[in-house]
């Protein structure tokens, strides 16, 4: 059959590529197997030139990007493995599948390079829950899905966000990313390097579950998204638990694994072409020997299923071959088959029954062409204008306390209540507690995990915005006491054959390297998501950079948490605010309190870094003994949550604080980047400190008492019992769910 | 005294279990795969289930696992009043294979649930609560979907009369209140031990909270109930 018929996602540009390339018409196989692996999930055709700008190396990389997860050093021979996923078109079609298969498929790659996952995090993106039914039946499913299989397979799911705005009624984000830990010297990588070795599928069986799902998610999703369902593939977390269980027994045991690769989007079509292409081998492989589900499958769909729960493993050959391998699978009850071997050739050849059904060159099938799309900065302004006088300004506690019951700021307990937080032992500090997760490792150090984005600041100056995703990730980290060691990121935006989009897609790329440079914050790895629009109705979700950082801390002394610790302490602002109040918590909720010119925020990354310094001194000196990020509501949520969460109020003069701004609403609430708030005994000497690495700072009041008192240089403008902020706050998401 | 952690297929807080245990002096445990025999010999002082999903949970958590061979191995060294401990899924086996009344139920709110909860000890006849006091208030984390114990009203007046509820979910102040039961667990129950006392299920996991640095108030709590082991007691287990 030719290409044209055979509902490809190649372009007719790309479809004469591979007829040159080839010097004849591929089969379908053939093309079923190009296809896959040229999807723009699998390829990165149309980011793959610019990822380039991101630093990748440091003093503790490992392995940067290209590989099934990042690994960084973090001492004495451990290494922590990073890598992020989404399953944005699965989990809007099938929300609870979606999900559960994103953390099937974020676990397998750590696990491909012989690493445990401990830490999974995830970063939720959904239209406006206290709006829409929809979304509300979205977030259930897609959370229940994530607890359901990580509960299942016993990885901790620590940390996290949500975002709730309209651009994600119809193509909701679901990101998950995992962290392992694993020995230097364990390492595995997805590449087959010896001819005559042996190729062993294992794990589940292969079926027409997912199939050409790679491409499904390289689309624009249909009107009827409900017909596409088996695009998405079955989760078996039980399975998954014995893949996990008997492969790290295997490392444990020094069992001789030369290469492993996970099989995710494009099944066996990208593992096979991959190894052999990392390897600067070819593989050749008797179909008829692959484990299936259903009987009666063709050698296309086996090529392009994506079942889930498989792995694909290269074994020494010859006597003894799998001897410390295969009884280990057997005890776990995994199963396994030998489905070929390598070879030097560097083809892909494709066998069934011994005749050959497909005979490519890997490295055709693995280097995609790069697509140079066009761009446009869009002409008109995307902020529409606002009187210079505000028309309606809320009253400072009626704001507060509207801030702290939205959806996007007030406690998201009745979501990670759901996960468990606890298995491995090893979480010291839990969801809620701070504004990251603490693990700890087996050498006495910490590591600090946080995801971050905001697609409102994102959209709205694609650069700062994504620039600011990291900056935050960043904070994060820092505010528990650890220093950021590595990145990775997700960019996910429409489709990029819109020239406005692909613009702000490489703005989001660009704000992100940059600050990552500037920051010396190497990126070990990342994906790409485009597509993500309604073709319906022709709306692109709001871009949405996310930037997971992870820290490490070499004391338990020295980590933090938010909550104020005593009554009597000082409380000190840490960064200037400025009246950066464009895609702000208040200007959602309240659009007509805001002025021109409205900013979003700015963002500075040596500033942030001498910040960041000035913070992790304050810990180290023992100075301070509360550490909040300044984020999203400003300095008026941070100072509730860290009220709510010591369940103590506290007196504090906005006016105080370093700000440019001229109206205490502004003051209260920007979102303006690179600001903490402190809290310790010695105001005076976290002043001095902070004086002394020269970063604005302000004793702004004291920690005490059962409410929280704002002023403004003059009286009291706000007073608000903890106990009433406790309740909007934990009890926002609840009303809504339950 | 050496202790058998039992891993079945899909179990996963025995590597917990095994961390916690090695933590306790006097404790040697030994992590026994389900298939492997050596339970059938005394050479074992205790035996522990360990939370997880047992074969994934199917038809009924923890009842796959309640009918396996090793299952059958447990209750022979019950009979012989062997302390036995399971924890979360470990309880839901044990009551699946009736070596524990009662059953446990979907929680209240059908959802999974996990966070730190105060317990109260409400019996220290047993091997695994004779290092406690009759009241203590102990703080440790579930993790379940299914832990709301259910008894028939009269076998729960019972169960109550005898005194073999072992663990009853309360405040901070040793009150078992309804805001306090995380599940609906019928009378706050988070635990149980059979008439000999040589056999206990919990939901929660004193494993998790075995050392301080894990736990949320900086006590080490769960290792109270995995030390009780070698607490010598006058309770009515063994001999």
Redo the contacts between chains.
């Keep these: 059959m030719k290409a044209e018929q055979l509902g490809l996602g190649l372009t007719a540009q790309e479809i004469a590529t591979v007829r040159k390339s080839l010097g004849r018409e591929p089969n379908e196989t053939e093309w079923s197997i190009i296809d896959a692996e040229w999807s723009e999930h699998s390829s990165y055709k149309s980011s793959r030139g610019l990822l380039k700008l991101f630093p990748t190396t440091g003093k503790r990389v490992v392995l940067g990007p290209g590989y099934d997860a990042g690994v960084v050093d973090v001492g004495d021979g451990y290494v922590v493995t990073l890598h992020i996923e989404s399953h944005n078109h699965p989990s809007a079609v099938d929300p609870y599948g979606g999900a559960s298969t994103g953390i099937g498929g974020v676990l397998r790659d750590i696990l491909s390079v012989a690493s445990r996952p401990i830490a999974l995090v995830d970063i939720l993106r959904f239209g406006l829950i206290d709006k829409s039914g929809h979304s509300r039946w979205l977030l259930k499913n897609v959370v229940?899905g994530i607890?359901?299989y990580g509960?299942?397979?016993?990885v901790a799911t620590v940390a996290g966000e949500i975002e709730f705005d309209d651009s994600f009624e119809r193509n909701c984000l679901v990101d998950v990313a995992c962290v392992g830990l694993g020995k230097k010297g364990d390492l595995i990588l997805g590449e087959a390097k010896a001819p005559g070795d042996v190729l062993v599928l294992i794990g589940g069986s292969t079926g027409r579950d997912g199939i050409k799902g790679a491409t499904f998610a390289s689309k624009n999703l249909k009107e009827d998204a409900g017909s596409e369902r088996s695009s998405v593939q079955v989760p078996d977390?039980?399975m998954k638990?014995?893949l996990l269980?008997s492969l790290l027994e295997i490392v444990a045991n020094r069992g001789d694994i030369r290469g492993m690769k996970d099989l995710g989007g494009g099944g066996l079509s990208t593992a096979l072409s991959e190894v052999a292409s990392k390897g600067g081998t070819g593989v050749d492989v008797e179909l008829k020997r692959v484990r299936l589900r259903e009987d009666d499958m063709s050698p296309t769909e086996i090529m392009t299923s994506e079942s889930q729960e498989r792995m694909l493993l290269v074994l020494p050959s010859g006597p003894g071959s799998g001897k410390d391998v295969i009884p280990v699978l057997e005890?776990?009850?995994v199963p396994y088959s030998v489905i070929g071997k390598v070879t030097s050739s560097p083809r892909l050849v494709l066998r069934w029954d011994g005749k050959v059904v497909a005979d490519l060159l890997a490295s055709l099938v693995t280097d995609a062409p790069l697509i140079d799309w066009p761009y446009k900065k869009p002409a008109t302004p995307r902020i529409s204008p606002r009187p210079a006088v505000p028309a309606d300004e809320p009253p400072l506690r009626d704001a507060l306390l509207a801030l702290l019951s939205s959806p996007n700021i007030a406690s998201k307990r009745w979501v990670?209540?759901?996960?468990?937080?606890?298995?491995?032992?090893r979480?010291?500090v839990?969801p809620g507690?701070a504004d990251a997760a603490v693990m700890?490792l087996p050498n006495g150090r910490f590591i600090a995990i946080k995801g971050d984005g905001n697609s409102r600041h994102s959209s709205l100056d694609p650069y700062e915005g994504a620039a600011g995703c990291v900056a935050e990730a960043c904070r994060n980290v820092v505010a528990v006491g650890a220093e950021p060691i590595a990145l990775v990121d997700h960019l996910q935006s429409g489709d990029p054959s819109d020239p406005e989009v692909y613009w702000a897609f490489r703005e989001n790329l660009r704000g992100m390297a940059d600050y990552c440079k500037a920051f010396g914050l190497p990126v070990v790895g990342g994906k790409v998501s485009f597509y993500n629009e309604d073709s319906a109705t022709g709306r692109a979700i709001k871009p949405s950079p996310i930037a997971l950082v992870v820290g490490l801390a070499s004391k338990?002394s020295g980590l933090r948490t938010m909550a104020f610790k005593r009554a009597g302490d000082a409380i000190v602002v840490v960064g200037e605010t400025r009246p950066e109040m464009a895609g702000s918590e208040l200007s959602a909720r309240f659009p007509k309190s805001i002025t021109v010119p409205s900013q979003s925020p700015h963002v500075d990354a040596q500033e942030d870094l001498k910040t960041c310094r000035a913070i992790l001194q304050l810990i180290e000196k023992g100075l301070v003994d509360a550490v909040h990020d300044c984020s999203g509501g400003g300095l008026g949520v941070a100072l509730a949550e860290m009220a709510i969460s010591g369940s103590l109020g506290a007196k504090v003069d906005l006016a105080l604080a370093p700000s440019s701004c001229s109206r205490s609403l502004e003051t209260a609430f920007s979102e303006s980047h690179g600001r903490f708030v402190v809290s310790g005994r010695d105001g005076a000497a976290i002043a001095s400190s902070l004086r002394g690495a020269g970063v604005p700072h302000a004793v702004v009041g004291k920690v005490g008492g059962s409410s929280l008192s704002l002023s403004a240089g003059g009286p009291l403008v706000a007073s608000v019992p903890v106990s009433s902020m406790r309740k909007k706050w934990e009890g926002a998401i609840p009303e809504l769910m339950? | 005294m050496r202790v058998a952690v039992i891993r079945f297929?899909?179990s996963?807080?025995d590597l917990?279990m095994m961390?916690?245990l090695r933590t306790i002096k006097g404790i040697e445990p030994v992590l026994v795969?389900h298939?492997d025999g050596g339970l059938g010999g005394s050479d074992y002082g205790a035996v522990i289930l360990p939370g997880?999903?047992s074969?994934?949970?199917?038809l009924r958590a923890g009842a796959i696992a309640a009918n396996s061979p090793a299952m059958a191995r447990v209750k022979r060294l019950a009979e012989r009043g062997v302390p036995v401990l399971g924890v979360c899924n470990g309880f839901q086996i044990l009551v699946e294979s009736g070596l524990l009344p009662g059953a446990l139920l979907r929680n209240s709110?059908l959802?999974?649930?996990?966070?730190w909860t105060h317990v109260r000890v409400e019996n220290t006849r047993t091997p695994f609560t004779s290092g406690l006091r009759e009241g203590q208030v102990l703080s440790m984390?579930i993790?379940h979907?299914e832990g709301r114990f259910f008894l028939q009203h009269a076998e729960l007046a019972r169960l109550e009369k005898e005194g073999l509820v072992a663990f009853r979910y309360c405040d901070a102040s040793g009150r078992p209140t309804a805001g306090s039961n995380p599940t609906g667990t019928l009378h706050n129950i988070a635990g149980v031990c059979n008439a000999e006392g040589n056999v206990v299920g919990l939901m929660p996991?004193p494993?998790?909270a075995a050392?301080a640095?894990?736990s949320?108030l900086g006590r080490p709590d769960g290792s109270l109930v995995l030390s009780s082991l070698m607490v010598r007691s006058e309770g009515r287990w063994g001999a």
Aim: proline letters at 5%; one cysteine or more.
């Design positions: 229940r607890a359901d509960n299942c397979v016993g977390p039980f638990k014995l269980d005890k776990y009850g990670y209540q759901q996960y468990d937080h606890e298995v491995g032992l979480t010291v839990k507690q700890r338990e339950d | 297929p899909g996963n807080c917990d961390a916690a795969w298939e997880g999903f074969f994934a949970d199917r709110t959802r999974f649930v996990c966070e984390p993790a979907g996991h494993e998790r050392e640095l894990l949320i």
